[in-house]
């Protein structure tokens, strides 16, 4: 079955907007302090890190070329990629509120 018209937009634009919001956090978040890094704050950016290999992962994904046309398997892994990419930044916002 093939992709809904217009899935690889979105995913690019839902993507890129989450990669947005989770630059903004760690503009926030304050990766620059002078002070030094507890074993928190390394979960934290190894996450966003994550999270952000993810998100930039999807676009590409989303449009690599199929055999056959109607193939959606580069769109599923896409999507995968992008739950996982949305899950990593919101769980280094959640650890970085917890701790």
Not at 16 to 29: P, V
Request: charged share 10%.
């Amino acid at each position: 079955m093939p992709a809904p018209i217009g899935s690889v937009p979105a995913l690019s634009a839902a993507s890129a907007t989450i990669f947005s919001i989770g630059i903004a956090f760690l503009g926030y978040w304050g990766m620059y302090e002078p002070t030094g890094w507890r074993v928190a704050d390394v979960i934290v950016f190894i996450l966003a890190l994550l999270g952000f290999g993810c998100l930039g992962l999807v676009p590409w994904m989303a449009t690599t070329p199929v055999e056959p046309e109607t193939s959606d398997a580069k769109i599923r892994i896409a999507r995968h990629l992008f739950l996982g990419g949305v899950a990593a930044i919101w769980l280094a916002v959640a650890v970085s509120v917890i701790f």
